[in-house]
């Protein structure tokens, strides 16, 4: 399976706790995206890297979530103290570099948080 | 800050019916997409419309860009149970991102 995959699937935490999900995009796809669903919303815009670089943070990303992709393959997104309102899934996208043509984002499967 | 609305927001629908799902923004995208996600996964594109006015047809789907590139519509022609799950459009802003609608849950009754 050559899609986006991210881990864990589901994660459960108390209040408080630090989290960190990981994200493996397209083997050959630069660009990748970080979004947040709410049960019976659309997905939300977190953060976006080209590479390694992160070129755009959501002001819904406060202080407790850090983003990274230290050599422009996968990324984790920390959230730090957890709240219950955090809980959500957290969906990753890749697409490929712009110059190919298309800015088609392909998600993953999601990790879905519950904070309790 | 940029929005787009979907209506409706649910729909209950028997097999064999039409429908349409409208999208609507009061901003311009420089494309639009449409994604269909089933419970507990990704939403996964259906199709990408660029130009303002232009019509795309996947089997039964079809949809359509507004001329002026801020609202489209999703029309289902003989529905199916298959077609069953939240629908969600999505505007591309300058910097790739996504801006998504607010998602329209499709049940269709056999």
Redesign the interface.
Request: glycine fraction near 16%.
């Given at each position: 399976d050559t899609g986006?995959s991210q881990n864990p699937r589901h994660k459960i935490t108390k209040r408080g706790q630090n989290v960190t999900f990981r994200c493996d995009p397209i083997s050959e796809h630069n660009?990748l995206?970080w979004?947040r669903q709410t049960l019976?919303?659309?997905?939300?815009?977190l953060t976006?890297f080209q590479n390694e670089a992160q070129?755009?943070k959501s002001r819904l990303l406060s202080d407790r979530f850090s983003a990274e992709r230290p050599k422009g393959s996968f990324s984790t997104l920390e959230i730090q103290r957890t709240e219950q309102g955090d809980s959500a899934m957290y969906?990753c996208?890749s697409?490929p570099p712009?110059d190919r043509g298309s800015?088609?984002?392909?998600?993953?499967?999601?990790t879905?948080l519950t904070v309790l | 800050t940029q929005l787009l609305e979907q209506s409706p927001q649910f729909l209950s629908i028997q097999e064999g019916e039409n429908l349409t799902v409208y999208c609507n923004s009061s901003s311009v995208f420089s494309s639009l997409q449409w994604y269909r996600q089933e419970p507990g996964e990704g939403p996964v594109l259906l199709v990408t419309v660029v130009t303002g006015g232009e019509v795309k047809k996947l089997k039964r789907l079809t949809f359509q860009f507004g001329d002026a590139r801020k609202d489209s519509s999703l029309h289902i022609t003989a529905a199916q149970p298959g077609d069953t799950g939240l629908y969600l459009c999505a505007g591309e802003t300058l910097r790739f991102k996504l801006i998504f609608g607010t998602g329209t849950r499709l049940q269709v009754f056999p």
């Open positions: 986006v660009r995206y979004y019976g919303q659309g997905p939300e815009f976006y070129l755009e969906l996208a697409s712009w800015n088609e984002q392909f998600f993953g499967p999601g879905r | -």
